[in-house]
C-alpha cells in the first residue's frame, strides 16, 4: 500500500537569502517567517526528485507544494518535524566517506522472454513481475520529471525509486492504484512498449515555412465531363492595349484606279 507522502512534480535548485526575517531551521518555530529570492514563504520540505532522503530549507521548493492539501504534507516549519514526517535521514553533516563497496553488477544473461501460453492453473504465490528494456521490473508511477499528471507504467523510472522506502512511496502496481495515489486524471493507458512493426507509410513532415496565401477550397461537386482538349498554355506576352479611338468604317465605293504613269516625252 503506498505511503500518504507520495511524489508530485520536480525540485528547483537550493538556495536562500531572507527578506523579512531569519528562519529558524533546527531551533523550533518561528515567529515571523522570512521570504526568499524568489518571494515566496521559506518552509522546510522534502527533496523528493532526490529520493527524498533528506528535507531543505528555503523558498525554492515547485509552487504546487503550495496547492490544496499539499501545503500540510510537504511544507514545515523545521528541519526535524520535516525529516520526521518522512523518514529522511537528516544529518547535520554529509556522510564522511562512501560505501565500502560498489553497487552489484547486471546480471550475465537477459531476463528470459515469457511463456508461450498461459499457465493453464494458477500459482499458490505471487508470479514475478516483468521486466523491461532496462532491465528493471515494470512498474507504474507518476510522470513527475515532465509535470505531466498522467501515470506511466514501463521502466523508465529513475533508479532512485528503487532505493529504500522509495518502493512503496512511489511504484504501484497498476495504473489505476497511481492515478487515485496521485489524484491524476488518468483517462487512458500509455502504451507499455512499443509497436511490434513500423507505419506503412512515414508521417508526412510539416512544411519548411507557411504558404504565401490559403489553400483554395475545393469545389463543391467534381467536373460533369472533362475537356476533349488540355488547357491551351498561356500566350508568351500580354495582349496589346486597345487602340484609344474605334477603328473608322470603310469607304462606300472602291478606291479609283491609279493614273496611268507620265508620258516620257512632251509631244512636238
Not at 17 to 44: L, N
Not at 120 to 129: A, D, G, L, V
Not at 162 to 171: I, S
Not at 201 to 210: F, H, L, Q
Amino acid at each position: 500500500c503506498p505511503d500518504d507522502d507520495v511524489l508530485i512534480g520536480d525540485k528547483n535548485d537550493a538556495g536562500t537569502a531572507t527578506t523579512e526575517a531569519t528562519v529558524a531551521a533546527d531551533t523550533g518555530p518561528t515567529t515571523t517567517r522570512g521570504t526568499g529570492p524568489s518571494g515566496k514563504m521559506i518552509y522546510a520540505y522534502p527533496d523528493l526528485p532526490n529520493g527524498g532522503n533528506n528535507c531543505l530549507m528555503d523558498d525554492n521548493y515547485p509552487e504546487y507544494f503550495e496547492r490544496g492539501a499539499n501545503a500540510e504534507k510537504y511544507l514545515h516549519d523545521s528541519m526535524e518535524e520535516c525529516c520526521e514526517e518522512h523518514g529522511a535521514a537528516c544529518t547535520s553533516h554529509p556522510t564522511r566517506s562512501p560505501t565500502t563497496s560498489p553497487t552489484d553488477p547486471p546480471s550475465k544473461s537477459p531476463t528470459p522472454a515469457p511463456s508461450k501460453s498461459p499457465t493453464s492453473e494458477p500459482t499458490t504465490s505471487p508470479t514475478p513481475r516483468a521486466t523491461g528494456p532496462n532491465g528493471k521490473v515494470i512498474w507504474a508511477y507518476a510522470d513527475v520529471m515532465t509535470g505531466h499528471q498522467v501515470c506511466l507504467m514501463d521502466d523508465e523510472y529513475p533508479d532512485y525509486y528503487l532505493n529504500g522506502v522509495n518502493p512503496d512511496r512511489y511504484l504501484y502496481k497498476n495504473l489505476e492504484e497511481c492515478c487515485i495515489a496521485m489524484s491524476f486524471p488518468c483517462t487512458a493507458y500509455p502504451t507499455v512498449s512499443p509497436t511490434n512493426s513500423p507505419s506503412k507509410t512515414p508521417t508526412v513532415g510539416p512544411t519548411a515555412s507557411p504558404s504565401k496565401s490559403p489553400t483554395p477550397a475545393p469545389s463543391k461537386s467534381p467536373t460533369k465531363k472533362p475537356t476533349k482538349m488540355p488547357t491551351p498554355p498561356p500566350t508568351p506576352k500580354p495582349t496589346p492595349p486597345p487602340t484609344p479611338k474605334p477603328t473608322p468604317p470603310p469607304t462606300g465605293k472602291p478606291t479609283p484606279k491609279p493614273t496611268p504613269p507620265p508620258t516620257p516625252k512632251p509631244t512636238p
